[in-house]
């Protein structure tokens, strides 16, 4: 039994495989061998063992302890399925939320954060307490940004929670524009915006810091790599541990790259089955480059909250809801979410999305279907990112 399991394990570890930017590691603690030995000091002892991604397979086997083949037969197919939807499990026997792996990082970024932007009662008590939810419901990612105007909040929901720092991930935007009245046009604004962001949040450093557009906020070429350099200053000095970009194209970003030879490790864009083909071509192209995409703008803002007819027949079929298929179809492309809600049930059910399936007929479905009614579209991106 242990023998087969041994093979089994190796045959559907090296299927898996990796999925871009993503990597996958199934580590089963406490279940591996769950040897229950006949008498002696040994009943009911746990021995552990470890699976590592594609590099090992241990097993523990002592006589006369058998080994739960089915248990670990039925998790091991689980962490095939979530392996070949580019998506690892943080943890593989719960149903806590994925991560993505993003280049560089010391720790992974959660895949379904929790956003604080673009709807009713995003600042105050209302965000607090949402944020406070989310935090013990098992989420880790707190997406925010200098234009949304509630670090200050977020900052008590942080304190609250009681969650540890290093299983924290904070992502925060600069805000930039053309004119300068209210925002970061030089690199020096750009160092002092991550001062603010940190001072704001109560943080000594944040996760991930983004410059929160380019062209299409009226940013010029010259002023995004200055922008830029800022950012690649905060991190050098510490107050940052990952930059990125948000509304960002193919060249812009290649631009950047040429200019300081620092790649963006995140683009955060407008990601959700009716975007434009080369929107679609964008994502492929930063996880061939190593850098990790995040969605904003997945259920169709405050104007639609994911309704549609398709988008209804999917979740009915599946036994889900309607925002669940949709955030499920952004993680199989590879790509982070970051769903908005104030209300605790919402909350919980954006947090399982690994009990959702989508298949290959539900995604083409979805993405030959007609955009539905007051699905919000937010045009952030001059050329080549759902402009």
């Known amino acids: 039994q242990c023998l087969s399991s041994m093979v089994l394990a190796a045959m559907m570890i090296s299927h898996g495989g990796h999925s871009s930017n993503l990597e996958f590691n199934v580590q089963f603690r406490s279940l591996a061998s769950r040897s229950r030995c006949r008498g002696g000091r040994r009943h009911g002892q746990w021995r552990i063992a470890s699976f590592l991604g594609s590099y090992a397979v241990i097993c523990a086997c002592f006589s006369p302890c058998f080994l739960e083949v089915t248990a670990v037969r039925r998790r091991l ?9 580019g998506v690892r499990p943080a943890h593989a026997l719960t149903d806590q ?3 993505i792996r993003v280049e560089g990082s010391a720790k992974d970024m959660p895949a379904i954060g929790f956003g604080t932007c673009c709807r009713r009662n995003v600042k105050g008590p209302p965000i607090i307490k949402a944020a406070e939810a989310y935090l013990a419901s098992g989420g880790r990612l707190i997406d925010t940004a200098q234009l949304y105007e509630n670090h200050v909040d977020l900052k008590v929901a942080i304190k609250n929670s009681g969650v540890a720092r290093d299983d924290l991930w904070v992502t925060s935007k600069v805000l930039v524009c053309g004119d300068g009245r209210f925002c970061a046009t030089t690199r020096e604004a750009t160092k002092k915006a991550v001062d603010t962001t940190n001072e ?3 943080l000594e ?3 991930l810091m983004l410059l929160h557009g380019a062209e299409g906020w009226g940013v010029s070429p010259e002023m995004d790599v200055d922008l830029w350099r800022g950012l690649v200053d905060a991190k ?6 990952n930059i990125g970009v948000s509304n960002h ?3 812009e970003i290649q631009r950047l790259i040429d200019a300081t030879g620092v790649k963006p490790a995140v683009n955060q864009i407008e990601f959700h089955p009716w975007v434009p083909d080369e929107t679609k071509e964008l994502v492929r192209w930063c996880q061939s480059k190593g850098i990790a995409v995040t969605a904003y703008g997945s259920l169709g803002g405050e104007g639609n909250k994911g309704n549609g007819q398709i988008i209804e027949d999917i979740a009915n079929k ?3 809801t309607k925002s669940q298929v949709l955030l ?6 590879g790509v982070g979410v970051i769903p908005g809600s104030n209300n605790q049930d919402h909350i919980k059910e954006n947090l399982q999305l690994m009990r959702v399936k989508l298949d290959a007929e539900d995604a083409k479905a979805l993405e030959s279907s007609t955009k539905p009614d007051r699905f919000r579209r937010w045009h952030s991106c001059k050329s080549g990112c759902a402009n």
């Open 236 to 241: 050098s000095a510490g107050k940052v541990r």
């Open 328 to 333: 499920r179809w952004a993680l199989d492309q």
């Open 205 to 207: 450093y944040t996760d």
């Open 97 to 99: 939320p994925p991560s």
């Open 249 to 251: 194209n193919k060249a």
């Open 77 to 85: 197919a689980m962490g095939s399925i979530f392996a070949l939807s």
């Open 318 to 320: 599946r036994g889900v």
């Open 200 to 202: 704001e949040l109560g």
